[in-house]
């Protein structure tokens, strides 16, 4: 038997059986098997990426969903939010974690298509060439296998006619040795064996020729047929190995590619997270909280064993006045003169929003005024857009009828003009606060001397112009609206434990106004007080009892007379009211 020569084949030096024994066989097999088995690897690395890929897929889901969640909702108290610069930072963060999940897309995209997609293709093809080269080995082995019977055929029947031959030839030697044989039964044994000899000269030659042709054909299988299928088999699974380690060398690459653009992600939010100012922040909590009212001063010690220095009460009040008439209640100062933690009013504020501090006041203002401009805008857009299709209308009668659109064109413009004059009302109450506020630059103080002195029945004018109570009458909701639209710096001199302003002149109360609010003081009808600052616009006067009695009430709520030559001295004014 003829065995196959060393060869390097599948990674090593072989030396192959021959495939006629069960050896060859088990080497076939043996081969089937492994390139199965790598083919598996492969469908197995499939597997892996694909599922990557759906990971990648589903973590970019996640965090643009994430992102979605966090980013401000449009016209919502959380845009105004953003305005911060540590807001803006996060608002940085979530666009960038919306750009960072693109990239993870990307991933998955780049994997599914140089991966997974050519992987899958490559399986195929390389399942087909392996069914080919098998298959032809097979062949191969089949044919060796048929050219080996043929041989052991001839040999056999080789064998059998030498035998048959050698019985034959002893036998016409036994008959031609025996003398009581005829000679006829002789000659046919002679020509028997001769017959027999012939027999076994042919098939002589037909075994030699058929063993010439096996060894040729075997010389061939195992030197050329199996070696160049084994070749085949040996290059298709290196170039499987070879695919699967580019494969995992794209795998890396295709992360690396993106590496880059997510580290410009990761720097911009680093760059938006040092863009945080902190002090930039603090000071637009201090401009938009800011109330425009000065701190109070230090509250003053009540010796109550001195009558005269006792907080206002509603019995000092009916014992200095006397007149039997129905006596105000007074806050007091008592409650202590702390303005900016007065307990706003429950429900919905003014209008004018004149229960808010005038900086507060002030920027609710301006806002109401630019969202009615915003709304006039969108009126006057829809007016055009209107307008201009019913100049389509006209010189296209079969696209619509134009008159159908007046009774929206003429309801838009009765909105514009209630808009209009709504506008206008808001920015009368804007100039109007922005004329009381300060000058940044300015002291808050008012001082009497800065002002001039006015014609009392001038004073008195305005004053019934600004605020009126024609029945004498003042409700709890005038008086508290009203007070509320008092600036801080009108009451700023109160707390301070410098010198009394100087009066300016006297007053004579009209009605009975009960101060309750910080800042006010309680007046009786008929009274007479001290001024020591007139109303400078914002219909309040500031008055003064006795010395540490003084405060603010509604300009129209008293008769002033302005004296220039008044002294700073106290007189007792309750004679005068009588």
Known sequence: M???????????????????????????????????WGIDVLEKYIKFVKERTE??????????????????????????????TSTRAFLATLNEMN????????ISENMTSLITGELTRYVQELK????????????????IETCWKQLEASKRRFERDCKEADRAQQYFEKMDADINVTKADVEKARQQAQLRHQMAEDSKAEYSSTLQKFNSEQHEHYYTHIPNIFQKIQEMEERRIVRIGESMKTFAEVDRQVIPIIGKCLDEITKAAESVDHKND??????????????????????????????????????????????????????????????????????????????QRRKKLQQKVDELNRDIQKELDQR?????????????????????????????????EKLRLEVQKFEGWLAEVEGRLPARNEQPRRQSGMYEPQNPSAVNSCAQDRESSPDGSYTEEQSQETEMKVPATDFDDEFDDEEPLPTIGTCKALYTF?????????????????????????????????????GYVPTSYVEVYLDKNAKDVYKPLQKISE
């Open 2 to 36: 003829v065995s196959l020569p060393h060869r390097s084949v599948l990674h090593g030096a072989v030396s192959a059986p021959c495939l006629c024994c069960p050896k060859g066989k088990d080497q076939f097999d043996n081969l089937e098997k492994h390139t199965q």
């Open 55 to 84: 990971i990648e897929l589903s973590y970019a889901k996640q965090l643009r969903n994430l992102s979605k969640k966090y980013q401000p909702k449009k016209n919502s108290k959380e845009e105004e939010e953003y305005r911060y």
């Open 99 to 106: 750009d960072y999940a693109g990239q993870h897309e990307v």
């Open 128 to 143: 087909q060439e392996r069914k080919s080269h098998f298959h032809d080995g097979r062949k191969a082995q089949q044919h």
């Open 282 to 359: 603090s000071q637009m909590v201090i401009e938009a909280f800011k109330s425009g009212f000065e701190p109070p001063g230090d509250i003053e010690f009540e010796d109550f064993t001195q009558p005269m220095k006792r907080t206002v009460s509603e019995s000092s009040l009916s014992n200095s006045r006397g007149d039997g008439k129905s006596e105000p209640k007074f806050g007091g100062k008592s409650k202590g003169k702390l303005w900016p933690f007065i307990k706003k009013n429950k429900g919905a504020g003014p209008e004018d929003f004149s229960n808010l501090p005038p900086e």
């Open 384 to 416: 055009d857009a209107l307008t201009k299709m019913k100049d389509v209308y006209i010189k296209n009668p079969q696209m619509g009828d134009a008159a159908s659109v007046d009774n929206r064109l003429s309801e838009l413009a009765q909105n514009i």
């Open 514 to 550: 009960e101060g309750q609010n910080e800042g006010t003081i309680s007046v009786a009808e008929g009274e007479m007080l001290y001024v020591i600052e007139e109303d400078k616009g914002d219909g309040w006067t500031r008055i003064r009892r006795n010395e540490d009695e003084e």
